[in-house]
């Protein structure tokens, strides 16, 4: 991909518009998880130290185009400042008068903060006046916001087209590199794990990780609406009955491919989240039973395809992970891949917080900070904030 690299931008002196993904957990104004917050830090910290002025941007939550305290990213700012190291100035504002003073007060090495982009109407809906808006704030335009790069807003899309010089940053970077290494050229075996809830989010990418991986281990609710497709009945359990027929066509796809389809061949189940649960084969789940998580069996299963691959990508959990008494399927999962010899890449979400938990995220090749934005990548999908960067660059 034709990406240019924030390094090779002139910044000395210069206001640079730095998009981050912020988007952190808040409680009664504290912040829960700084994790994006420390991945942020070091593209500003270097834009800083080169003499940029530093106007960082980002949405929190679903702001819905209006104001909410609740929401704001002022609590983000003093922890902004102590991982990147540098004074951070909260500015309570987007792209009004004190947006605009704070801009024209700032000196080369200060750092921005603005608040909360979808306080603004125009951000969601990418807006062109609120684009000209942002722009005029800046001469230099940088994403490092991977995360929310299959959105189309203003800050990700609409707002590029007005910037001559604009590079992605190295999260950005990294996250591009690691997911085209994954999508275009994997070292074989290739062996996808796939769970989560739905089926009906990851169409596009099951179909094609159908046609492009090796092995296909299915886990989590989606699981359940393949084994209801194979006829095997799966009690209370959370099932897309309308996409059984889907779900049929994606394993004939892949078997007409020679891609193997891992199913889970026993399960933990209960009558519910909060009730003890039990393991039984997986054609033994009983009536007023859902299946809860995958099973011992299907774990050392597992361990064994991923210890053969040579490339693993992971995207979603295998069971009710929240709850503690259905969670190991998951961390056994997150276990392998530490164990694994491969090229490991776990996608965004649950699956992010089960390699955290499990302490194993330092074993890992890349840990992808966009759930939605790498499974859209993987899918081959055009990421409107990707897009705007190559094109911004030709």
């Keep these: 991909m034709a990406l240019r690299s924030m390094d090779t931008l002139n910044v000395t002196g210069r206001r640079v518009l730095l998009r981050l993904d912020l988007n952190v957990p808040l409680k009664e104004g504290r912040v829960l998880d700084d994790t994006r917050v420390r991945e942020a830090a070091p593209t500003v910290r270097t834009l800083a130290e080169r003499g940029a002025i530093v106007i960082a941007c980002s949405h929190l939550g679903r702001a819905k185009g209006k104001p909410d305290p609740a929401l704001s990213l002022a609590p983000?700012?003093?922890?902004?400042?102590?991982?990147?190291?540098?004074?951070?100035?909260?500015?309570?504002?987007?792209?009004?008068?004190?947006?605009?003073?704070?801009?024209?007060?700032?000196?080369?090495?200060?750092?921005?903060?603005?608040?909360?982009?979808?306080?603004?109407?125009?951000?969601?809906?990418?807006?062109?006046?609120?684009?000209?808006?942002?722009?005029?704030?800046?001469?230099?335009?940088?994403?490092?916001?991977?995360?929310?790069?299959?959105?189309?807003?203003?800050?990700?899309?609409?707002?590029?087209?007005?910037?001559?010089?604009?590079?992605?940053?190295?999260?950005?970077?990294?996250?591009?590199?690691?997911?085209?290494?994954?999508?275009?050229?994997?070292?074989?075996?290739?062996?996808?794990?796939?769970?989560?809830?739905?089926?009906?989010?990851?169409?596009?990418?099951?179909?094609?990780?159908?046609?492009?991986?090796?092995?296909?281990?299915?886990?989590?609710?989606?699981?359940?609406?393949?084994?209801?497709?194979?006829?095997?009945?799966?009690?209370?359990?959370?099932?897309?009955?309308?996409?059984?027929?889907?779900?049929?066509?994606?394993?004939?796809?892949?078997?007409?491919?020679?891609?193997?389809?891992?199913?889970?061949?026993?399960?933990?189940?209960?009558?519910?989240?909060?009730?003890?649960?039990?393991?039984?084969?997986?054609?033994?789940?009983?009536?007023?039973?859902?299946?809860?998580?995958?099973?011992?069996?299907t774990q050392k299963r597992i361990a064994e395809v991923v210890a053969e691959a040579r490339t693993v990508f992971w995207n979603g959990p295998a069971g009710v992970f929240e709850k503690p008494a259905f969670a190991a399927g998951t961390l056994a999962i997150a276990q392998a891949l530490a164990a694994s010899r491969a090229f490991t890449v776990v996608g965004g979400g649950e699956s992010v917080a089960a390699v955290q938990q499990a302490g194993v995220a330092a074993k890992l090749s890349h840990v992808s900070t966009g759930g939605g934005a790498s499974l859209e990548f993987l899918a081959g999908e055009t990421l409107p904030g990707v897009a705007v960067l190559e094109e911004g660059n030709k």
Excluded: W
């Design 76 to 297: 983000v700012a003093p922890v902004l400042e102590k991982h990147a190291g540098r004074p951070v100035r909260f500015v309570p504002d987007v792209v009004g008068q004190a947006a605009t003073n704070a801009v024209a007060q700032a000196k080369p090495g200060d750092v921005l903060l603005l608040e909360n982009l979808r306080f603004e109407a125009g951000e969601e809906k990418n807006d062109p006046a609120f684009c000209t808006k942002l722009a005029a704030l800046a001469e230099v335009y940088v994403n490092d916001a991977f995360g929310t790069a299959h959105r189309a807003h203003a800050s990700t899309a609409g707002v590029a087209a007005h910037f001559s010089e604009l590079a992605a940053g190295p999260l950005m970077a990294r996250e591009i590199a690691a997911l085209s290494k994954v999508r275009d050229n994997p070292e074989r075996p290739f062996v996808a794990v796939v769970g989560g809830a739905k089926i009906s989010g990851k169409l596009e990418t099951l179909t094609s990780l159908a046609n492009r991986a090796n092995t296909v281990v299915l886990v989590g609710g989606m699981a359940n609406t393949f084994l209801l497709a194979e006829g095997t009945a799966v009690g209370t359990s959370l099932v897309e009955a309308d996409l059984v027929g889907t779900a049929k066509e994606i394993l004939a796809t892949a078997s007409a491919r020679g891609v193997e389809v891992v199913l889970p061949t026993d399960v933990v189940v209960a009558t519910s989240p909060e009730a003890p649960g039990r393991t039984v084969n997986v054609d033994g789940v009983a009536a007023g039973e859902a299946i809860l998580d995958i099973g011992p069996r």
